[in-house]
């Protein structure tokens, strides 16, 4: 079985206004089904991408995917586990939650502006009891910095003293902390300079290979999957159109809309 499994993954969103303005204006409910039925897996140690226009449901998936929002229906698996079963402990929950991080696009809002960096770097080593005593979580910080190509001096910085590359560095140390299998990361490189996404990208490339870890790359930007994803499911209003190796969806596109995605891809570079 694969390391990361979604089966017939549905989710909606009820749009609807309340009940009682529904019952003066005798308007019907609005449902709006944002991820219809899709499936995919992921082998361990390496990287799916989901791509597809804004508003096609990649972050609803990915927030499914990391546990932050219920699927409608389907399933999510991660290594034989299931995220939704309602009979597992809550120890066993954190630990299945530990094993899955994920990197947002706007690392403006996912890190707590108010907190250095190094306390930005312990709270998961604290919350999930990896590392015990304030010495060993500051050395472990000053790792973590290392091997996002910051150093540990930053570590007595905040946030809005970086940037917006080394930012995102910092979200994924942040991410690395807590020893993750899986991270899901949503348009890591959106908000970044083409210059910068490279370098993100790479670092992202080399984090995997050193420590195994299994990808869902999500964005809408098929140039950026074009080097890290083995394989790349295509979304279309909420349903997977397409799904090919990335050799394959590139050189052989089945379907009109990957065909679109493809030719309106800007190219970028790629440095070391
Ligand atoms: N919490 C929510 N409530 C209502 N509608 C939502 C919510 N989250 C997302 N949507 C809608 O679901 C659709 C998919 O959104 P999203 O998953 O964010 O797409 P993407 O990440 O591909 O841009 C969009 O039409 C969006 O407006
Ligand atoms: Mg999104």
Known sequence: MSFVVAKDLCR?????????VRKLTMRPKRLLQAVDRVNFSIERGTTYALVGESGSGKSTIANMVVGLLKPSAGSITIDGQNLGDASMSRPDQQRL???IQMVFQSPYASLNPRWKVGDILCEPMRAFKLIEGSEAQRRRAAELLEQVGLSDSDASKYPHEFSGGQRQRISIARALASQPEVIICDEPTSALDVSVQAQVL?????LQKEFGLTYLFITHDLAVVSTMANKIGV???????????T??????????????????????????
């Open 12 to 20: 909606t969103f009820d749009l609807s206004d309340p009940w009682i």
């Open 97 to 99: 939650r530990r094993r």
């Open 202 to 206: 790479n670092l992202l490339k080399s």
């Open 235 to 245: 979304l279309n209003q909420g349903v997977l159109v397409e799904e090919q190796d």
């Open 247 to 272: 050799e394959g969806l590139f050189s052989t596109p089945r379907e009109d809309y990957t065909k679109m995605l493809i030719s309106s891809a800007p190219k970028i570079e790629f440095g070391s």
